[in-house]
C-alpha cells in the first residue's frame, strides 16, 4: 500500500524559482509514495508569485494556493497549511529550494515503519566552492552531513513528519528545530535520509550570511529555553570536533575555513545578543542572495 503524503511550500516573493520549485514537485519519480496535496502558502507577496502558483494549479489539480495578505511569518504559513492538510504525513519545503527528482520518495519511505516520526533531506548548496562564501556554505552543510551521520539528528531545508499536532510556535524563528521536540516527545523516531538531496542556495554576502545565522541561533536559544529542548548544533564540543577532523589543511581552504568559523561565532554572538534583548525574529529580513538558485 502507498504511503498517502502531502507537500506545503513557504513563499514570500519568490517568483524567481518558485515554478521550478512546482515543476520538480509535480514531476517528481513517484513509487511507494502517494502525493495528494501541494499546497503553496504567499503571504504578503509583491511580485509574481501568486499569479505563478495559479498558473501551476491550472495545470495540476493537486495545488492548491493559499494568501496571507500580510507577512506574518513562516510559523504561521506553516500553521496555516496545517490546517489545510489531510494526509498523516506532512512535507515541509521553502519556496527558495529544488529537490531531486527522487527526494520526495525517499524521503517519504520511512514512514512504513509506524514507529518513524521524522525525516529530513540532505541539502545541497548550489554556491561556488572557489569563493570564499561559496566555500563557507558548503563547509556549514558539510558539517550538518557529518552531524547527520553520526546520529546526532539536525533537520534543515526539507522535512517530513507526521501530522500529529496542530500547529507550532507562532513566534518561532526555527521550524524544523520546532517540530522536532513535538514529535520526539511522542516517542517517534527521528531519522536522516542523506540519498534525499534537496538543492538550496546559501548567502553570497556576508550581511546576509550573518542575518541568517544570527536568527537561527536565536532561534534555537529561544527554544532551549521555552521547550527545553536543545538541538544537536548547539553542542560546541561536537561541532568543533568533526571541524576539525574534516578541516582543508590546504592554505587557501584552511584561511577560508577559520574565516568561516569566525563568521559563524560572531553570527552566534549577534544572535545570544539578540535574544538576552528579546529582539524578535519571527518575521525577518530576507537574504535576497540565497533566493535564485543558478545551477
Not at 105 to 117: H, S
Request: hydrophobic share 40%.
Amino acid at each position: 500500500m502507498k504511503i498517502s503524503c502531502a507537500i506545503g511550500i513557504t513563499a514570500h516573493n519568490e517568483a524567481a524559482n518558485i515554478g521550478r520549485l512546482l515543476e520538480s514537485i509535480s514531476n517528481q519519480r513517484l513509487n511507494q509514495v502517494h502525493l495528494t496535496q501541494i499546497l503553496v502558502v504567499a503571504s504578503g507577496c509583491t511580485d509574481d508569485t501568486e499569479s505563478i502558483v495559479q498558473d501551476w494549479a491550472a495545470r495540476d489539480g493537486r495545488i492548491q494556493l493559499l494568501v496571507q495578505e500580510k507577512r506574518e511569518g513562516k510559523a504561521s504559513a506553516i500553521n496555516l497549511l496545517l490546517r489545510q492538510v489531510k494526509e498523516e504525513v506532512v512535507i515541509l519545503c521553502s519556496a527558495d529550494l529544488l529537490p531531486q527528482d527522487d527526494a520526495i520518495e525517499k524521503l517519504v519511505v520511512p514512514f512504513a515503519d509506524p514507529e518513524m516520526g521524522m525525516t529530513g533531506a540532505h541539502p545541497v548548496p548550489v554556491n561556488d566552492r572557489e569563493e570564499f562564501l561559496g566555500f563557507v556554505v558548503h563547509m556549514l552543510w558539510g558539517l550538518h552531513h557529518e552531524l547527520n551521520r553520526e546520529g546526532k539528528f539536525k533537520a534543515g531545508e526539507l522535512v517530513a513528519f507526521r501530522h500529529i499536532f496542530k500547529r507550532i510556535p507562532n513566534h518561532t524563528a526555527v521550524d524544523e528545530a520546532s517540530v522536532e521536540p513535538i514529535i520526539r516527545a511522542q516517542g517517534y523516531r527521528v531519522h536522516y535520509v542523506a540519498d534525499a538531496v534537496v538543492l538550496n542556495k546559501g548567502p553570497e554576502t556576508v550581511a546576509d550570511f550573518l542575518r541568517q545565522r544570527r536568527r537561527i541561533f536565536a532561534g534555537h536559544l529561544e527554544l532551549e529555553r521555552d521547550l527545553g529542548y536543545e538541538v544537536s548544533t548547539m553542542r560546541g564540543g561536537t561541532i568543533l570536533r568533526i571541524f576539525m577532523k574534516h578541516l582543508d589543511w590546504r592554505p587557501k581552504h584552511f584561511f577560508w575555513s577559520i574565516g568561516g568559523a569566525f563568521l559563524e561565532a560572531y553570527g552566534r554572538w549577534l544572535g545570544k545578543r539578540d535574544f538576552k534583548r528579546n529582539a524578535s525574529h519571527t518575521v525577518w529580513e530576507i537574504a535576497k542572495t540565497t533566493k535564485k538558485l543558478e545551477m
